[in-house]
């Protein structure tokens, strides 16, 4: 009995403590001023939104993974995905409004959301192995 809820709880932290260890590098960063990349406008612009991008495509990645090793159905997992990468988007950019230099967009809201879908979508309709590391 102990070792079988010790194995539940080891895997509930594989599962789930690398979408907290995200969102916690994407609170610290959002929580640092505004740096610039380069001088030029377009520039520096086009290099913040794919981090963007990358950011919520990666948490997403990840919620998936956590929804899919605990037993999620896969259409359930990317919607739950999709919408707490939602959630943490808006809530990481009203965290921005407090911090000097920073001001919250929704522009941003709607990058990390279509970073978050086109990783859940590739991962949910479009890739066709399974997940091995998932598989007991």
């Not at 794919?50 to 159905?73: D, K, Q």
């Not at 522009?107 to 590391?133: C, N, Q």
Request: proline share 5%.
């Amino acid at each position: 009995m102990q070792n079988q809820m010790s194995l539940k709880v080891k895997k509930l932290v594989k599962l789930w403590a690398p979408p907290v260890f995200w969102m916690a590098l994407i609170f610290f960063l959002s929580s640092r001023p505004t740096l610039k990349t380069t001088q030029i406008y377009w520039q520096d612009f086009i290099i913040k939104k794919t981090a963007h991008f990358i950011e919520y495509a990666i948490l997403a990645f990840l919620y998936l993974r956590g929804f899919l090793g605990s037993g999620f159905p896969k259409k359930k997992s990317f919607i739950f995905a999709l919408v707490l990468c939602i959630l943490y988007a808006a809530s990481d950019e009203f965290h921005q409004s407090f911090i000097p230099g920073r001001e919250p967009r929704i522009r941003d809201v709607i990058i990390d959301t279509i970073g978050a879908f086109s990783s859940l979508y590739y991962f949910v309709f479009y890739r066709k192995k399974p997940f091995k590391y998932l598989q007991s």
